[in-house]
């Protein structure tokens, strides 16, 4: 007897700024991300910000913020980088934080060119960082932009018509998605939801400032090779129709 084959899922999910953990546990067994880049930009989203360590703070957390020239309204790939000295500060202030982490020799060359690389569009930063983290984590997933797939329609119909024009049978979501995922657009289209939450393991034993909701980035210079093994331990996924 043939071997069913498992369902194409389609992750889908607008482009971060050294994007946090739980954005990549949604990765761990599928081979393709969608880059939402086509979608508006939200000053308050996380496309251009995220958090580090920072054991100083109260709630040992730092936030690092790019600033961005852009008009409401704009889409995620339009947004330009402000003519601003933030890579250097963001630099280093990595350098400051993460300097005697274990695996911070390691990544520092390759992190230490994307950072010199005089960036003008915000979409290409998130990209790169994000090509970055996967390679580090050995994610080996595609990374595609929306907006070379052109999908048609907003938030539920948008996805819809994403996992049609990628074969996808599933989509893989957050928890927050349910709240606006309409059940009987996408079962009309065959698709079936994913939800994927994650729970942050405690990780870097015997070092100081570890926080939930920090960037992938920490988890990487700190475990390593075992980082893919700390995102498994904290990764849940159910299947379940939205409501």
Known sequence: MTAAVPARVLVAHQPAYLPWQGYFSRLLDVDELVLLDHVQFSERGWQHRNH???????????????????RFGQSINQVRLADEPWAARHWRTLEHIYARAPYWPTHRERLAALYATPWERLVDLDEALTRFLLDGLGLRVRLVRSSSLAPAGVRTAMLADLCRRTGSRALRVGVGALGYLDAEVLAACGVHVEVAAYTHPRYAGGWPGWAPGLSALDLLLFEGPRAVDVLRAGARLETREPV
């Open 52 to 70: 580090i360590r920072n054991p100083a703070a109260t709630d040992k957390r730092a936030r690092l913020t790019v600033p961005v020239c852009h």
